[in-house]
C-alpha cells in the first residue's frame, strides 16, 4: 500500500520522476524511442544530434527523461503515450499497472495520465482527423489545470455521443429556439440536465447557437451548467469560433474568460484568430492577441504560427495589432527563426519591417536553409549586427561554400583576414575544406596569403593537404613559393606526400617544388611516401628522379622505413628503383633485420631475393637471424638459415649470444628444436658463460628447459656445466622465482638421475 501524501498528484511527469530508475533500465533502445519522440513534436530533431554524445543506453535514457521533466507535464505525457506504448509496450503496460494501483490506493478519480494511462488502450490516430492536424499545428503545448480538465471533458463527451433531438422532439427544438432568440427564462424552463450540450443537424450545441447570436447571458447560464467551450460543428469549428466570425465581442469575451481554446482548428485548418483577421474584426484580434499575451507565455504562439505556415499577410496583421516580433516559444525560438527555417521570404521580410532582432541564432538558421536569398534579407537589414557576428557570418558562409554571400559580407565591410576560435582566417578554411569558388572571391576581395594556421601551415600546404588542385594552382599563379616551409621546415611536396594527394605532385613540381627537399630531420616526399605506404604517389616521386637512397637524419633510406611497415609492394617498387638493401642505418642496421624484427615474412623473401645479406651485423652484433629468433618466428628463421646455407647459425653478438641462446631465453621451445635440427651448438657459452640451458632456467621456460634436456640426436645438454658464477642449469633453476621453477628443478633432478 502506497502513502497518500506521496501520490496525491499521480500526473505523468511525478510518475516519471518516480519510476525514473525503471524507465533508464527499462528503455532498451533509446533512438528508436528519440524517433518517435521527435515524430510527435516532444523533441526537435537537434536533439538526437545532441544525444549522440553519450556513449551507453542508460546515459542517454537518463538524459532523455531529464530534459522531459524539464519540458512539463504535456511533454511527459505524450512520452508514455503513444511513445513508450510503441517502443516498450511491457514497460510501458508495467508503468500502467503502477498507476492503476496507486489510484486505488488513494481514491483518485482524476487518473490524469495522459493516454490517458488508464483509458482503454488505443491506436494513436483514433481521434478525429482534425484534432489530429490540431496537434501537428501546436506542437508541445504545456495546458493549464482549468484547460485540463476542460479538455478532459470534452474527450469523454466524445466518447460517448451527445444526446440528439428526435425529429419530433417539441421540447428539444424549443431549446435551440429560445437560445438562439436569447430568451433565458424560456430556455431555462425547457432545458433539461441531459440537454445542455445536445447537438443539432449541423452539429451545433446550445453554446454554438448563442455565442453566434451573441447572448451573453445564456452564454454564462449555459457554461456554468456544464457546457463543454470546444465541441466543434459540422465545420469543425468551436463557439469561440462562431462569435469571432459573427463579431459578437461580449461573447469572445465571455468565452475566452471561460478558457475557451484559442488555437482550436477547424476543418480548414483555421483558428478563431484566422476568422477575426480574415473578416478584419480588428477588436476581437486584438482581445485574442491580449488574451495570448495573458494565458500563453513563451508558447508557440500565433506569430510563430503565421511564421511557420508563411502567411505573411496574417504575420504583419498581427505585427500591427501588437504582437511582440521577438518572443520566444518553449523552444526558445523566435518567430524569425521558424520562418527563416521554412524559407518564407515575405514573411522574413514582414518580421525584419516589424523589428525582429538578428542575432547570432538567427544567423545559424539562415545559413543552415541553404538559401542564399534568405542570407541576403538578413544583410539588408544588417546595420544592427556587431563587427563579431559579421565576422561569425562570413565564416559560415566560407563553411557554406555560399560565395556570393562571401562577397557580399566583405563588401559591407568584414574583416577579410579575422581569425576564428582555431586561429584560421576565411580564406585558410576555405583552402582547408576545399571551396575552390570561394577562395577564388576571397584572394579577388585581396584575402592575406602570408596569413598561417598554429602549425605554420600557408594556404598553400591546407590547399595541398585538402588536394584542392584549382585552388592549388590559382596559388602558385598569384606567385606563391612551391617550396615555402611550414613547422619543421615541410614543404607543401611533404604534404602531398602525407597526405597521398598524387593530382598534386606534378603541378608543384612544374611550379619548381624540390622533389628532394628535406625537414629538420633530413626527411624528404619520398621518406614520407615510403612510411606511410603511399606507393603511387612513391612512384610518381621516383619518375621525377627522387633519389631512392637519400638518408634521414637517422641514416635510414626510404627501404628502412617501407621493411619497418612490413610494405612489400612498396619495399618492391624501391628495389626496382635500384635501393640499396644493404644500406645501413646509425645502428648499423639493414632494412632485412628491420623486415626480421617486424617479423615480415614476404618482406624478407623479397629481401633476400635481391642479394640482402643474411650475416651482416649491426652496432650490437646481431644478425638478422638474431632479431628474428627474438620474434619468434620459425618461418624466417629457416628462410634465413636456407638462404646462408646455415653458415650463420651459430654467430655471436656482443654478448656472444647465438640465436639458440635467445630462442632458450624468450621461451621459443619449436626455435630450439629447429636450430638443433639444422646444427646449432647446444653448449655454446655466452659471455657469463651459460649455455642455452642456463638462459632457459633463469628465464623458468619449462618447455624450452624440456626441449634442450631431451635433445637426443647428437651432443646432449651439458647438465653439469657451471657458468663463471659457478652454477650448474640445476642451482640456476633453483634460485629462480619463476612461476615454472618447482617444476624444472624436478626434471633436471629426474633427468640427473637418469643420466
Not at 483518485?108 to 499545428?137: C, F, I, M, N, P
Not at 607543401?492 to 594527394?501: D, E, I, T
Amino acid at each position: 500500500m502506497y502513502l497518500n501524501s506521496l501520490f496525491t498528484n499521480p500526473y505523468a511527469i511525478e510518475v516519471l520522476k518516480t519510476k525514473k530508475e525503471e524507465l533508464v533500465e527499462g528503455i532498451n533502445n533509446p533512438d528508436h524511442i528519440l524517433n518517435w519522440m521527435i515524430d510527435n513534436g516532444i523533441f526537435t530533431p537537434e536533439k538526437k544530434i545532441v544525444m549522440s554524445y553519450y556513449r551507453t543506453r542508460t546515459a542517454k535514457n537518463s538524459r532523455v527523461l531529464d530534459i522531459l521533466v524539464s519540458q512539463g507535464e504535456r511533454a511527459c505525457r505524450l512520452f508514455f503515450y503513444p511513445c513508450l506504448k510503441q517502443v516498450e509496450p511491457n514497460l510501458y503496460n508495467r508503468v500502467k499497472k503502477y498507476v492503476s494501483d496507486v489510484n486505488e490506493s488513494i481514491g483518485d478519480a482524476r487518473r490524469q495520465l495522459v493516454g490517458y494511462l488508464l483509458e482503454k488502450d488505443k491506436e494513436w490516430l483514433e481521434t478525429t482527423s482534425e484534432q489530429h492536424q490540431e496537434k501537428k499545428d501546436i506542437p508541445r503545448q504545456i495546458l493549464s489545470k482549468q484547460e485540463r480538465a476542460t479538455k478532459e471533458k470534452v474527450k469523454q463527451t466524445q466518447n460517448v455521443p451527445a444526446a440528439k433531438p428526435k425529429k419530433d422532439d417539441s421540447n428539444a427544438v424549443s431549446i435551440f429556439d429560445a437560445a438562439a432568440k436569447g430568451d433565458l427564462s424560456d430556455l431555462a424552463k425547457v432545458l433539461k440536465e441531459n440537454d445542455i450540450n445536445a447537438v443539432n443537424a449541423s452539429n451545433k450545441t446550445l453554446l454554438h447557437i448563442a455565442a453566434a447570436n451573441g447572448h451573453v447571458a445564456i452564454i454564462e447560464y449555459l457554461i456554468n451548467k456544464g457546457a463543454k467551450l470546444d465541441v466543434k460543428d459540422k465545420k469543425g469549428r468551436t463557439p469561440l469560433h462562431r462569435a469571432v466570425e459573427k463579431c459578437q465581442d461580449d461573447a469572445v469575451k465571455v468565452l475566452l474568460q471561460a478558457d475557451a481554446y484559442i488555437y482550436s482548428l477547424d476543418k480548414e485548418a483555421k483558428t478563431p484568430l484566422h476568422l477575426a483577421a480574415q473578416n478584419h474584426h480588428t477588436h476581437i484580434l486584438k482581445r485574442i492577441l491580449k488574451e495570448e499575451a495573458r494565458c500563453y507565455k513563451n508558447w508557440q504562439n500565433f506569430l510563430h504560427k503565421a511564421a511557420l505556415k508563411d502567411e505573411s499577410n496574417l504575420a504583419q496583421m498581427l505585427l500591427k495589432n501588437g504582437a511582440p516580433a521577438n518572443a520566444k516559444d518553449e523552444k526558445g525560438q523566435t518567430a524569425l527563426g521558424y520562418a527563416i527555417s521554412q524559407g518564407s521570404e515575405k514573411t522574413v521580410k514582414v518580421l525584419l519591417e516589424a523589428g525582429a532582432s538578428i542575432d547570432s541564432n538567427i544567423i545559424d538558421v539562415a545559413f543552415n536553409n541553404h538559401k542564399q536569398s534568405i542570407v541576403r534579407i538578413l544583410l539588408e537589414y544588417s546595420k544592427g549586427l556587431s563587427p563579431e557576428m559579421m565576422v561569425s557570418a562570413l565564416f559560415k558562409a566560407v563553411q557554406k561554400n555560399l560565395h556570393g554571400i562571401v562577397a557580399a559580407l566583405v563588401d559591407r565591410g568584414t574583416d577579410i583576414n579575422a581569425h576564428n576560435e582555431m586561429q584560421s582566417t576565411p580564406l585558410l578554411m576555405a583552402c582547408e575544406m576545399g571551396k575552390t569558388e570561394t577562395a577564388e572571391v576571397l584572394i579577388a576581395k585581396g584575402a592575406s596569403l602570408e596569413e598561417k594556421m598554429p602549425n605554420s601551415n600557408t594556404v598553400l600546404h591546407v590547399a595541398v593537404q585538402a588536394g584542392a588542385v584549382s585552388i592549388t594552382n590559382l596559388l602558385l599563379r598569384k606567385g606563391m613559393d612551391a617550396n615555402i616551409t611550414s613547422q619543421g621546415e615541410q614543404t607543401p611536396l611533404h604534404v602531398a606526400a602525407f597526405h597521398n594527394k598524387g593530382s598534386i605532385v606534378d603541378i608543384l613540381i612544374n611550379a619548381g617544388a624540390k622533389i628532394n627537399a628535406v625537414t629538420k630531420e633530413l626527411v624528404t616526399p619520398l621518406h614520407v611516401a615510403s612510411q606511410r605506404g603511399n606507393v603511387d604517389f612513391a612512384q610518381q616521386l621516383l619518375h621525377h628522379k627522387a633519389n631512392v637512397n637519400v638518408k634521414d637524419k637517422q641514416s635510414k633510406t626510404p627501404l628502412h622505413l617501407a621493411a619497418e611497415k612490413g610494405d612489400y609492394a612498396m619495399v618492391e617498387l624501391l628495389l626496382s628503383f635500384n635501393a640499396d638493401p644493404n644500406a645501413m642505418d646509425k645502428e648499423k642496421k639493414t632494412p632485412l633485420h628491420t623486415a626480421a624484427m617486424g617479423g615480415h615474412l614476404n618482406t624478407v623473401k623479397v629481401l633476400l631475393a635481391q642479394k640482402a645479406k643474411v650475416g651482416i651485423k649491426d652496432m650490437d652484433g646481431c644478425t638478422p637471424m638474431h632479431y628474428a629468433t627474438i620474434k619468434g618466428n620459425a618461418e624466417i628463421v629457416q628462410i634465413l638459415l636456407t638462404a646462408a646455407k646455415n653458415k650463420n647459425i651459430d654467430d655471436k653478438n656482443i654478448w656472444r649470444k647465438t640465436p639458440l641462446h635467445l630462442a632458450a631465453e624468450h621461451g621459443h621451445s619449436d626455435l630450439i628444436h629447429l636450430l638443433l635440427s639444422n646444427g646449432s651448438t647446444i653448449n655454446a657459452l655466452d659471455n657469463n658463460k651459460d649455455t642455452p640451458l642456463h638462459c632457459a632456467c633463469k628465464a623458468g621456460h619449462f618447455n624450452a628447459v624440456n626441449s634442450l634436456v631431451s635433445w637426443s640426436q647428437g651432443e646432449k645438454a651439458n647438465l653439469q656445466a657451471t657458468n663463471n658464477l659457478k652454477k650448474t642449469p640445476l642451482q640456476v633453476a633453483e634460485f629462480s622465482t619463476s612461476d615454472n621453477q618447482a617444476q624444472i628443478v624436478t626434471l633436471l633432478k629426474k633427468k640427473k638421475l637418469v643420466r
